[in-house]
């Protein structure tokens, strides 16, 4: 099967297990774990932050700086699609009190304008805003790398108004590899980050959060709250460490196999890219209703050995990963444009 369904499918290679299997480790609840403590100091470096935590997913690293930025009755401003709205189950509410407020963006990213226009006034009806929440790149949006000016900008008008800023970084990976911008750049306007280690970077588990020491400290008492501290944890921290260092350039490849399906989709009648342009590692496409559902298509890819991912009424969503290659994203190319042959 070539599974295109999402960039998690991955399974860690040879070399991988090698690392995790040989990992020394320690008890982590202790702080004990050698290779934990490892990979934290490395993500702290890499984002120029003070300090990281490991956490066993990106909704837990998610959580845990919601926790830490807002009491119950505050709220958050995010892009209307983005992850922490449509697919962490309504946590900020259920394990904060918090709200999210959805703003409109385009293809995931939000404009300065409307965050200024968003942001309430100080007076006792509203809800006090206490974190804006960027998400890079966009996975809803379909992979967008949220312009990197932008960023910053954002960035400035937030620390002139007070409000601290959280990055959902899971795929910053692949934004820094699409721009070749440091993930230190990218993380600086930002007091928390998020990243994940099993999305593009094909580590079997895991996340991590960094931010200020203190941050972290009162992190590493929201972690154990929310039932994510583990033991002899370094197993899989090996996968993640081993993953930063050999995973990252590789996600250009991701990149232009993406860009081989886009290109695929965009000759195929009765299909659509949206957004039109893949900027990395996530394709999404309408499906004209004349030829089928997603699911539907989905199905008949399936017969075809390619597992894609029907999602709403009409879209389909294609990501690439280490675990296919060129010569899988050329069949699948190949299947996607014997759709409805262009005449
Ligand atoms: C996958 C994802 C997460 C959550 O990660 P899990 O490890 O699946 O909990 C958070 N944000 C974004 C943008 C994601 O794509």
């Given at each position: 099967m070539i599974d295109l369904r999402s960039d998690t499918v991955t399974r860690p290679t040879a070399a991988m297990r090698e690392a995790m299997f040989s990992a020394p480790v320690g008890d982590d609840v202790y702080g004990e774990d050698p290779t934990v403590n490892r990979l934290e100091a490395r993500v702290a470096e890499v984002l120029g932050k003070e300090a990281a935590i490991y956490v066993p997913s990106g909704c837990m690293a998610n959580q845990i700086a919601v926790r830490l930025h807002c009491a119950p009755g505050e709220e958050i401003l995010a892009e209307r699609t983005s992850h922490v709205l449509l697919?962490?189950?309504?946590a900020p509410a259920a394990l904060s009190g918090v709200t999210v407020r959805p703003l409109d963006g385009t293809h995931g990213i939000l404009s300065l304008d409307s965050l200024r226009d968003a942001?309430?006034?100080?007076?006792?009806h509203s809800p006090q805003t206490r974190l804006i929440w960027l998400e890079n790149t966009h996975n809803r949006g379909g992979g967008t790398v949220h312009p990197f000016d932008a960023v910053h900008a954002i960035g400035q008008w937030a620390e002139g108004v007070g409000v601290p800023m959280h990055l959902d970084g899971a795929r910053l990976w692949n934004a820094v590899t699409a721009t070749g911008i440091p993930a230190a750049a990218w993380a600086r306007p930002f007091a928390t980050v998020s990243v994940c280690f099993s999305k593009g970077l094909g580590a079997p588990v895991g996340s991590a959060l960094a931010g200020t020491t203190a941050q972290i400290a009162l992190a590493r008492r929201y972690r154990k709250l929310f039932g994510g501290a583990m033991r002899q944890v370094g197993f899989l921290a090996a996968a993640c460490l081993y993953a930063l260092d050999r995973h990252v350039a590789r996600l250009a490849d991701d990149h232009a196999n993406a860009r081989l399906l886009a290109d695929a989709v965009s000759v195929t009648p009765g299909l659509t890219l949206d957004p039109p342009e893949v900027h990395t590692n996530v394709v999404w496409f309408c499906v004209d209703p004349n030829l089928g559902t997603p699911k539907s298509l989905a199905a008949k890819f399936k017969g075809q050995g390619i597992l894609v991912a029907a999602l709403g009424h009409d879209m389909v969503r294609l990501v690439t990963h280490l675990d296919v290659s060129r010569a899988d994203c050329e069949v699948v190319a190949r299947a996607i444009r014997a759709i409805a042959p262009a005449n």
């Open positions: 697919w962490e189950g309504g942001l309430p006034p100080d007076d006792i």
